[in-house]
């Protein structure tokens, strides 16, 4: 079921994208509420991952714009915004050179301003409980498995509190056990009022966390409730 409706945290208006002479975004509208979870499904090819990637500032569209706080904003006045509240995670997300720790320490030295050391030191403690990374903690990010850079990833962004999460096909390739740790994650950061927008290929395995889905296809976008 849908969320109880409040001010949006995010409205993309009129999003357009080109490659070429070829359209990729037609007048693309998304809205983000906090705490809820839509799926974003399509072909290989519809655009998934070029949508996601403007919405993070990543990438820029031909044409539109972004509304915030009832404030209207082109897309590059928006670009810092865009990269403080919202977060992009690829099915193989990157990590830093170093250990779970150090890239844990990375994450939580970019959001923590005002916090002391031993403040900083207790998020990541708690982070890699949550995220059951508690005893890899010395190995080094590169070596992990991919469900397990997978839930490094979520460690990062539940340190960095970003209200927004567009994550692009996180379960891709997962056994089952890591599948069901992933999902434990993004329910438990939905709780916690994260917006996240999932580009999949297979909804069933998000039905629990989902409030709708959006459907990309030849340039538009159609969305309906789950």
Known sequence: MSSQICSPLLSYVGLQKQFGSRDILNAINVTLQRGECHLLLGENGAGKTTLLRIMAGLLKPEAGHISVNKRTLCWLRARPLLRDKVMYLHQMPYLFDGSVLQNLKYAVASSSSGMCSSQRNASI??????????????????????????????????????????????????????????????????????????????????????????????????????
Request: net charge negative; proline share 4%; hydrophobic share 45%.
């Open 125 to 226: 403690e708690e982070v890699l409980e949550w995220s059951g990374l508690a005893a890899l903690v010395k190995c080094p990010a590169k070596q992990l498995s991919g469900g397990e850079k997978q839930r490094l990833a979520l460690a990062r962004a539940r340190l960095r509190r970003a209200p927004v999460l567009l994550l692009d096909e996180p379960t891709s390739n997962m056994d089952s056990e890591s599948l069901q740790k992933t999902l434990a994650l993004l329910a438990s950061l939905k709780a916690l009022g994260t917006c996240m927008l999932i580009a999949c290929h297979e909804p069933s395995n998000f039905m629990e966390i989902a409030d709708g889905e959006y459907q990309l296809s030849a340039g538009d976008l159609h969305s309906w409730e789950v």
